[in-house]
T-cell receptor
Framework: GAVVSQHPSWVICKSGTSVKIECRSL??????MFWYRQFPKQSLMLMAT?????????EQGVEKDKFLINHASLTLSTLTVTSAHPEDSSFYIC?????????????FGQGTRLTVV | DAKTTQPTSMDCAEGRAANLPCNHS???????VYWYRQIHSQGPQYIIH???NNETNEMASLIITEDRKSSTLILPHATLRDTAVYYC??????????????FGQGTELSVKP
């Protein structure tokens, strides 16, 4: 299947700083990327949907000013956690899909484990 | 998107078939059934999807009942590496619906030696 790469795989940051997570589709062009968050022992929770060249659509309860999403090209989306706090510590996962063709699958990155200390 | 119901956990002996059920009684006519799995601390992996016909690929088989209100994912010869959380998701295929995948709680499958 297609490859989606996330970077970094894990990051530790100090409270109050910002962290950027990258999501790249390596062998296809992703018109749409999705960002999820997963807490221990819980399922994935969709945070936002981003389409290339337009503003992201956030799910209810997700602060758009805290979780900045940029999808500037068909192969790259970034999630920036601004002014991170310990409660933002979580596993962040991106997913990418090309919606231009016939129904295609959504492929997932390997995830980024964020720890805020 | 329709809601799905799955057992919280299941055990399976290594080498035997693992049958994972999913109820989706409110599924609409244009909604597909998708299965993904997530191995601990990794991103989800696509397994299979179908609309109304049974489907088979190199990983698994998907059996959908005639009324489409439930389905079963079959791993024909489970190995220890199949230990994971398995998610059954129903969604509308195609671009207009945005392609969002909404995950439920899934079934935690433990394959034991």
């Amino acid at each position: 299947g297609a490859v989606v790469s996330q970077h970094p795989s894990w990051v530790i940051c100090k409270s109050g700083t910002s962290v950027k997570i990258e999501c790249r589709s390596l062998d296809f062009q992703a018109t749409t990327m999705f960002w999820y968050r997963q807490f221990p022992k819980q399922s994935l929770m969709l945070m936002a949907t981003s389409n290339e060249g337009s503003k992201a659509t956030y799910e209810q309860g997700v602060e758009k000013d805290k979780f900045l999403i940029n999808h500037a090209s068909l192969t790259l989306s970034t999630l920036t956690v601004t002014s991170a706090h310990p409660e933002d510590s979580s596993f962040y996962i991106c997913s990418a899909r090309d919606l231009r063709g016939p129904d295609t699958e959504a492929f997932f990155g390997q995830g980024t484990r964020l720890t805020v200390v | 998107d329709a809601k799905t119901t799955q057992p919280t956990s299941m055990d399976c002996a290594e080498g035997r078939a693992a049958n994972l059920p999913c109820n989706h009684s409110t599924i609409s006519g244009n909604e597909y059934v998708y299965w993904y799995r997530q191995i601990h601390s990794q991103g989800p992996q696509y397994i299979i999807h179908g609309l109304k016909n049974n489907e088979t690929n190199e990983m698994a088989s998907l059996i959908i009942t005639e009324d489409r209100k439930s389905s079963t994912l079959i791993l024909p010869h489970a190995t220890l590496r199949d230990t994971a959380v398995y998610y059954c998701i129903v969604r509308v295929a195609g671009g207009n619906q945005g392609g969002k995948l909404i995950f439920g709680q899934g079934t935690e499958l433990s394959v034991k030696p």
